[in-house]
C-alpha cells in the first residue's frame, strides 16, 4: 500500500510539518537576535534545548540513569554527551513558609519545591 502512494519525496509522509517550525523557529530567533541586538541568540538550536533538559534533569535528580531514560538513550555514553557536568554556583535558595493551603498553593505555582514539615509550618525553597 505504501509503494502506491505518490513519491513526492524521500520521506513516506513528507516533512512539511518539521519545515514550517523549523523555519518559524529560526525566523523568530532571528528577530528576538537582533531586537535585543545579541547574536549569540543564532546559536540556539533545538539540539541545545535537549542539552539543556538533560543537563538540569541530572541536576535535579543528580541520577544518571534516570537521565538516560529520560533521553531514550541505550548506551550511557551517549548520555554522558548530553549532560554536561557543570558545576553550579553554589547551592543557594529563597526560602519561604507557608501556614495555610492556600499559601502552600502559591507557593507550589511560582516554583517553589517543598523541603518539611516543623511545628505546623511547611517549608518550601527555590533556587536563586
Known amino acids: 500500500m505504501l509503494n502506491d502512494l505518490p513519491h513526492t519525496e524521500q520521506k513516506i ?31 540556539i538550536h533545538f539540539h541545545t534545548f535537549r542539552h539543556w533538559k538533560a543537563t538540569m534533569e541530572y541536576h535535579k535528580t543528580k541520577d544518571i540513569l534516570h537521565v538516560k531514560q529520560l533521553l531514550g538513550h541505550k548506551n550511557i555514553n551517549n548520555t554522558m554527551l548530553y549532560t554536561q557536568l557543570i558545576r553550579f554556583e553554589g547551592d543557594e535558595y529563597h526560602v519561604k513558609v507557608a501556614k495555610t493551603l492556600e499559601e502552600v498553593k502559591e507557593l507550589l505555582a511560582t516554583g ?17
Open 112 to 128: 517553589f519545591e517543598y523541603v518539611k514539615d516543623h511545628d505546623g509550618i511547611s517549608v518550601f525553597r527555590k533556587r536563586k
Open 13 to 43: 509522509f513528507g516533512s512539511t510539518l518539521l519545515n514550517y517550525v523549523r523555519r518559524n523557529f529560526t525566523a523568530q530567533r532571528k528577530k528576538i537576535a537582533r531586537k535585543l541586538k545579541n547574536p549569540r541568540l543564532m546559536r
